[in-house]
């Protein structure tokens, strides 16, 4: 019964390659979230969807593009990794995004290394 | 620009009580949450305070003031298992989570 998953769990892969993580959550929710926390342990959102629909794009770069084939999944995609993409990467969803008691379950997280 | 600070490491001893604080600075205000995360596990969602005070829920309290944009997580009767990061988030004006780097909690017998 798991709420939000993600896989893979660990996803270890070579400079330049193109690489995609996988994220469903069975909760009926509006909104998605994908989050990268580095070493420093800061969670930075990258992106989120409402609805099919992407309303949060922070300042991420081109190479990582967010894809949604329903409500229920948002995949994200990785081209020409870099040194400093080895992060985990959080994906989360809401019941919507524009109300103020928003609590975000999270998934496992994808502990992403790039060598 | 946002700023939410928390501090990076604190130590307490079991059956002990311990305070986490946080004091931000946002765009707006929508709410504050505390969030919880084990070493190498996902954050998952202690309380939310929008209004100002005390929220209590078993061993845990959250309390808030707006005016002074600072908040703080209350632990009592601390148990191993409570040893983990405490992440502390504010929903700003566009809804958006801002998140602190969390802090350490490391318990000792």
């Known amino acids: 019964d798991t709420a939000v998953s993600q896989t893979p769990k660990y996803l270890v892969t070579q400079m330049g390659n193109d690489k995609s993580i996988k994220c469903e959550q069975n909760?009926?929710?509006?909104?998605m979230y994908w989050y990268k926390q580095d070493s420093k342990k800061f969670l930075k959102i990258m992106f989120s969807?409402?609805?099919?629909?992407?309303?949060i794009n922070e300042t991420v770069p081109n190479r990582f593009s967010p894809k949604s084939p329903d409500k229920a999944h948002l995949n994200l995609h990785i081209n020409s990794l870099e040194l400093g993409d080895s992060a985990v990467y959080f994906c989360?969803?809401?019941?919507?995004?524009?109300?103020?008691?928003?609590?975000?379950?999270f998934g496992p997280g994808t502990r992403l290394t790039v060598l | 620009g946002q700023n939410i600070d928390q501090p990076t490491e604190m130590t307490a001893t079991e059956g002990a009580i311990v305070q986490i604080n946080c004091t931000y600075q946002?765009?707006?205000?929508?709410?504050l949450f505390w969030y919880q995360q084990h070493a190498g596990e996902a954050p998952t969602f202690l309380s939310y305070?929008?209004l100002d005070g005390l929220e209590e829920k078993g061993r845990f309290s959250s309390f808030l003031s707006r005016s002074k944009g600072y908040s703080y997580l209350l632990l009592k009767e601390l148990q191993m298992k409570d040893s983990a990061s405490y992440l502390c988030?504010?929903?700003?004006?566009?809804?958006?989570?801002?998140w602190g780097a969390g802090t350490k909690l490391i318990i000792k017998p």
């Open positions: 305070n929008v």
């Open positions: 969807y409402n609805n099919k629909e992407l309303i």
């Open positions: 909760l009926g929710h509006d909104t």
């Open positions: 988030a504010v929903m700003d004006s566009n809804y958006q989570l801002i």
């Open positions: 946002t765009s707006g205000f929508n709410g």
């Open positions: 989360a969803s809401s019941q919507t995004l524009a109300e103020i008691y928003n609590e975000q379950f």
